[in-house]
């Protein structure tokens, strides 16, 4: 089975083929970080036109990467939600329009569900239940996963999620956009003077919430206060911000796994990708005989070949399926409400 997959729920234009034998056979992203670098974030409006004009050359892209027809393909998988509803409304309405053509089955696909099956896809010796640490650029959510399409939402953030907050101080600091990785490569050039910044939300046990805009202002008050123009107090404020946020994901994620009693954790999503969150994840739940998986570097950010594998479980599950040539997008779409 050859499944087509259409990623366009923010700012990057992710294409893939996926064959449930030969795993991914072509992927595809065009990342638009130098359109929205000008603005120091995303631009809603500029997203779409992006996707708009990308979308098209890099399907005839994996095609002729994978060497395929389009009749070889069953079904075609798009992200209706959660995201931006100009950017999501590109994929599900090109996506529905070559199902129609094609006459081959249309797969709507939870953006997060995407996210948090990605290490199933390169890892099968992955299996439900596991608990999951989601960590983009708009979501910081806790999952208990239970069984495929059956999610428990154990915390989320509040507020600025991990990678906005990143994305802001990396503009505040003159990074640029996209943040973290800013961040993190600038924080490997501190002196190891930790500023000791608060940890949000880590003294209530049974919260599991997260809320970083508290922590994001401290920070631009230190930055206000301090000489950021001194290179090594400029790399000192990197370092003890991402220490402030990656202690408190670990912190949580703990007290997670101790009302799950789940062994196997799962940490997916952009900000996965950080060397340091990783080191200091697998340390201390090593520790604790956890088995913790990531996605290769390549899968973490947005793209394709994670919505085409998601499509591919949750489309042979679904059994009832109806072809429908409504255009769906649901720009909230929470895990916890899939019904497939």
């Given at each position: 089975?050859?499944?087509?997959?259409?990623?366009?729920?923010?700012?990057?234009?992710?294409?893939?083929?996926?064959?449930?034998?030969?795993?991914?056979?072509?992927?595809?992203?065009?990342?638009?970080?130098?359109?929205?670098?000008?603005?120091?974030?995303?631009?809603?409006?500029?997203?779409?036109?992006?996707?708009?004009?990308?979308?098209?050359?890099?399907?005839?892209?994996?095609?002729?990467?994978?060497?395929i027809s389009y009749y070889?393909?069953?079904?075609?998988?798009?992200?209706?939600?959660?995201?931006?509803?100009?950017?999501?409304?590109?994929?599900?309405?090109?996506?529905?329009?070559?199902?129609?053509?094609?006459?081959?089955?249309?797969?709507?696909?939870?953006?997060?569900?995407?996210?948090?099956?990605?290490?199933?896809?390169?890892?099968?010796?992955?299996?439900?239940?596991?608990?999951?640490?989601?960590?983009?650029?708009?979501?910081?959510?806790?999952?208990?996963?239970?069984?495929?399409?059956?999610?428990?939402?154990?915390?989320?953030?509040?507020?600025?999620?991990?990678?906005?907050?990143?994305?802001?101080?990396?503009?505040?600091?003159?990074?640029?956009?996209?943040?973290?990785?800013?961040?993190?490569?600038?924080?490997?050039?501190?002196?190891?003077?930790?500023?000791?910044?608060?940890?949000?939300?880590?003294?209530?046990?049974?919260?599991?919430?997260?809320?970083?805009?508290?922590?994001?202002?401290?920070?631009?008050?230190?930055?206000?206060?301090?000489?950021?123009?001194?290179y090594k107090i400029k790399?000192?404020?990197?370092?003890?911000?991402?220490?402030?946020?990656?202690?408190?994901?670990?912190?949580?994620?703990?007290?997670?796994?101790?009302?799950?009693?789940?062994?196997?954790?799962?940490?997916?999503?952009?900000?996965?990708?950080?060397n340091k969150l990783r080191?200091?994840?697998?340390?201390?739940?090593?520790?604790?005989?956890?088995?913790?998986?990531?996605?290769?570097?390549?899968?973490?950010?947005?793209?394709?070949?994670?919505?085409?594998?998601?499509?591919?479980?949750?489309?042979?599950?679904?059994?009832?399926?109806?072809?429908?040539?409504?255009?769906?997008?649901?720009?909230?779409?929470?895990?916890?409400?899939?019904?497939?």
């Amino acid at each position: 089975m050859k499944i087509l997959g259409i990623e366009t729920s923010c700012d990057d234009t992710g294409i893939a083929i996926y064959d449930d034998f030969k795993g991914i056979i072509a992927n595809k992203t065009y990342k638009q970080n130098k359109i929205h670098n000008l603005y120091g974030g995303i631009v809603p409006e500029l997203a779409s036109r992006a996707h708009m004009k990308n979308i098209l050359p890099l399907i005839k892209e994996v095609f002729r990467i994978a060497k395929i027809s389009y009749y070889e393909i069953d079904c075609i998988a798009y992200t209706a939600g959660p995201g931006l509803i100009g950017s999501l409304l590109i994929g599900a309405t090109l996506s529905k329009s070559l199902g129609f053509s094609w006459g081959i089955p249309i797969q709507e696909v939870n953006h997060m569900e995407g996210h948090l099956l990605t290490p199933m896809l390169e890892n099968k010796n992955i299996s439900f239940p596991f608990t999951a640490l989601l960590i983009s650029g708009k979501h910081t959510q806790i999952i208990k996963a239970i069984d495929l399409g059956n999610y428990e939402i154990l915390g989320s953030s509040l507020d600025d999620a991990v990678g906005e907050s990143l994305d802001k101080i990396a503009k505040l600091l003159g990074l640029g956009y996209p943040g973290g990785k800013k961040i993190s490569e600038l924080a490997k050039k501190n002196n190891y003077k930790n500023m000791n910044f608060p940890k949000p939300m880590v003294k209530n046990n049974k919260n599991l919430n997260f809320s970083f805009s508290g922590l994001k202002t401290f920070v631009i008050n230190k930055i206000k206060e301090l000489n950021i123009n001194d290179y090594k107090i400029k790399a000192n404020i990197a370092y003890s911000f991402e220490k402030a946020i990656i202690d408190t994901l670990i912190i949580k994620t703990q007290r997670a796994l101790k009302i799950t009693k789940h062994k196997n954790l799962i940490i997916s999503g952009g900000v996965s990708s950080n060397n340091k969150l990783r080191y200091k994840f697998n340390k201390v739940f090593n520790k604790k005989k956890i088995n913790t998986f990531y996605p290769s570097y390549d899968l973490c950010t947005d793209n394709g070949a994670m919505i085409a594998y998601a499509g591919m479980l949750n489309f042979k599950k679904n059994k009832n399926f109806k072809f429908d040539l409504k255009i769906n997008v649901k720009p909230k779409w929470l895990i916890s409400d899939i019904k497939y």
